[in-house]
């Protein structure tokens, strides 16, 4: 059986993905999280992240511009064991977050 990962679930993960990554501008390491039908999910990465200067009300910042992975893996497994799943790095929409002329 193979799992489909939901949009929910994609947005769940790029989400958590982004929060990790924080002010990075390189980022190895895991997020985890149940889906919403009780799959636990694991997504293993490394990926350079491009940021943007940005002006804030509080100065000068930087926003992702994009998150490129180098290499990932993503992991589901419920109480019956292990599960293959069609889960897609490009389907986080994390390349192409703000234009550059934004």
Not at 5 to 26: C, F, H, N, P
Not at 31 to 46: F, H, K, P, Y
Not at 67 to 79: G, N
């Amino acid at each position: 059986m193979i799992y489909s990962v939901s949009t929910q679930l994609y947005r769940e993960v790029a989400d958590r993905l982004m929060e990790a990554i924080g002010d990075k501008g390189y980022f190895s390491g895991a997020v985890e999280l149940n889906s919403e039908d009780g799959v636990a999910c694991r997504l293993v990465t490394s990926c350079v992240v491009w940021r943007t200067s940005s002006g804030m009300p509080e100065g000068e910042g930087s926003r992702v511009r994009s998150v490129v992975p180098v290499w990932w893996e993503f992991h589901t497994a419920c109480a019956a064991g292990v599960l293959d799943n069609d889960f897609s790095f490009g389907e986080l929409g994390l390349e192409n977050l703000v234009q550059p002329w934004q």
